[in-house]
Nanobody
Framework: QVQLVESGGGLVQPGGSLRLSCAAS????????MAWYRQAPGKQRELVAG???????YYADSVGGRFAISRDSTKNTVYLQMNSLKPEDTAVYYC??????????WGPGTQVTVSS
């Protein structure tokens, strides 16, 4: 059974920072390169950061230079450090494998709201 539990979201003012965490099941974490996605109200889910095959990283143009993805293999956990947050970053953030499709399993996500 897939287990993906996101945490760390909340309300933050523009320019602030948050660190999201994603605890995955051990088998899932060991099987796939992980990534972060987000979905804003009325918008499609989009990839924002991830580890591709071989450990290289990918960042969406909209977040490049502000977000940083990292992982702790001893904890089966993936992190997303989010700095210089903007109102347009407001969304529900999800973790999943790199390349996950819309019709695959998705966890509950964690809400990030950037507002003054």
């Amino acid at each position: 059974q897939v287990q993906l539990v996101e945490s760390g979201g909340g309300l933050v003012q523009p320019g602030g920072s948050l660190r999201l965490s994603c605890a995955a099941s051990g088998t899932f974490f060991r099987s796939y390169a992980m990534a972060w996605y987000r979905q804003a109200p009325g918008k499609q889910r989009e990839l924002v950061a991830g580890f591709s095959t071989g450990g290289s990283t990918y960042y969406a143009d909209s977040v490049g230079g502000r977000f940083a993805i990292s992982r702790d293999s001893t904890k089966n956990t993936v992190y997303l450090q989010m700095n210089s947050l903007k109102p347009e970053d407001t969304a529900v953030y999800y973790c999943n494998r790199f390349g996950a499709g819309v019709w695959e399993y998705w966890g509950p996500g964690t809400q990030v709201t950037v507002s003054s």
